[in-house]
């Protein structure tokens, strides 16, 4: 599945890797630093990201992928995009953005804004935003990194990744699949960020 509002990667078994979640979880010390983020999505040739809280594609290669660049990490998450999950994704830290301070998200932490939950990361560098699109959105600026899986054809759909300017990056990686039921063609793609990273967001982003 894709990392898309309301569309999440689904790698977890129900009840896999929960423990108790509350908005008042104590915050590991990181001292001044907030953890470095990077973003992983899988987007259509246009644009598209998710449709009617799914996904239009089925490539358990990314899903693979997903499971393999995120476990032992954080991911960040939109509360609609932790609703669609089965259950927290195992083996990971789950931190869920919601600006309802009464917000509960079983297995997983919860913040009130991009800042709060990258101050609550307490896995190893890098954090990983997995969507949904508000959230990428928010998170596209700080990002170093960029994990792409480029669908080579159009899907319809109603959530979309949000636009960047292609001179704020480079790419490092490009290796190209096809998927052996479906037929659609597609890359794992990897983008570094070659302008400025912003570091804090202000309050509420």
Known sequence: MMRGIMTPHPDAGPGAGRTAGHPSTPIPDRGTTVADLEIV??????????????????LPDDLR?????????????????????PGALPDRQNI?????????????????????????????????????????????PFARRL?????????????????????DWRETAREPHVDAVSG???DFV?????????TRPGPGA
């Open 184 to 186: 659609v063609r597609y």
């Open 190 to 198: 990897t983008y570094e960020r070659t302008g400025r990273i912003l």
């Open 41 to 58: 999505a899988a987007v259509a040739r246009n644009g598209v990201i998710g449709a009617r809280g799914g996904l239009p594609w089925r």
């Open 65 to 85: 992928r997903f499971r393999a660049l995120t476990t032992g990490h954080a991911v960040l998450m939109g509360r609609r995009t932790f609703e669609s999950l």
């Open 96 to 140: 869920v953005i919601s600006r309802d301070p009464g917000f509960r998200a079983p297995g997983a932490e919860t913040a009130g804004d991009l800042a709060a939950a990258r101050e609550r990361v307490s896995r190893p560098d890098p954090a990983y935003c997995i969507g949904g699109a508000e959230i990428y959105r928010i998170a596209l």
């Open 147 to 167: 994990h792409l899986t480029e669908i080579d054809r159009a899907f319809d759909g109603d959530v979309r990744f949000p636009d960047r300017d292609p001179d």
